[in-house]
Nanobody
């Protein structure tokens, strides 16, 4: 089992920045990759950014050049730095960990970008 706890969401004006953090605990040795997803009401959860244990990253086209995912393997944290935020980035952001065939999710943190 892996437990994930997000923090860092909030309200920000368009053009501003936020950093989301996710702390992993439990069977962290089994984690292969970690990611951030987001979801708005009535829509499917979508991948925002992902990072493997080796440091390879992948981003949604909508956030490329604005968001940066990073990982602190020693301390079991994953971060999402979000710059140049847009109102359309407003969503609940979820931390995700993949361990073998299992997906684990945090409880989510709200990010609201005002215009």
């Amino acid at each position: 089992q892996v437990q994930l706890m997000e923090s860092g969401g909030g309200l920000v004006q368009a053009g501003g920045s936020l950093r989301l953090s996710c702390a992993a605990s439990g069977s962290i040795f089994a984690i292969n990759a970690m990611a951030w997803y987001r979801q708005t009401p009535g829509k499917q959860r979508e991948l925002v950014a992902a990072i493997t244990s080796g440091g390879s990253t992948n981003y949604a086209d909508s956030v490329k050049g604005r968001f940066t995912i990073s990982r602190d393997n020693a301390n079991n944290w994953v971060y999402l730095r979000m710059n140049s935020l847009k109102p359309e980035d407003t969503a609940v952001y979820y931390c995700n960990a993949v361990a073998g065939q299992y997906f684990y999710w945090g409880q989510g943190t709200q990010v609201t970008v005002s215009s």
